[in-house]
């Protein structure tokens, strides 16, 4: 008797392999692009609290990006300003394009989740405005359906899609 694989165990082994593969890598990818946008989520919050209370410490103020993160006078990790252009590294080629403003009563913040090397591949853009005091919440699927997956869960949570 001969020792080792027949030609059929193998193509069964490469058949099992391959088929674990086609399952498992979606799910990889959608983990991937929840727990991106878990940390733009996150990151929101963050500057959502910050927001609130230079609103209750100054009330309506006309004020951009980078003064109004410094003005917050709290850290948010993660994010990277220049004079008026925020941004955020999310990994995998991913990026957050931040804009941040305060203009009379209403202050906003607003991130564009974006693969730079493809600007055709924009994931969702996140929209959170502070109108006299009340926050409201809007997510925009752009191109991909991962963008789209997203905000349909945000809706179940009391986002409004548009």
Do not use: H
Request: charged share 15%.
């Amino acid at each position: 008797m001969e020792k080792g694989f027949t030609l059929i165990e193998l193509l069964v082994v490469v058949l099992i392999i391959g088929i674990l593969a086609a399952v498992a890598v979606p799910q990889y990818t959608k983990a991937v692009d929840k727990a991106r946008f878990t940390q733009v989520l996150t990151m929101m919050d963050s500057l959502k609290k910050g927001i609130d209370t230079f609103y209750l410490a100054n009330g309506a103020v006309n004020i951009l990006e980078k003064d109004l993160l410094d003005a917050m006078d709290i850290e948010v990790t993660g994010i990277n300003c220049t004079t008026n252009t925020c941004t955020s590294d999310l990994g995998g080629g991913w990026s957050v394009g931040w804009s941040i403003r305060g203009q009379q009563n209403l202050y906003l913040v607003y991130a564009i989740i974006y693969k730079p090397s493809d600007s055709s591949n924009t994931m969702f853009m996140l929209q959170e405005l502070l109108m006299n005091g009340k926050w409201s919440r809007y997510c925009v699927p752009q191109s991909s359906a991962a963008g789209k997956t997203m905000c349909d869960q945000l809706t179940q949570n009391g986002w409004t899609t548009n």
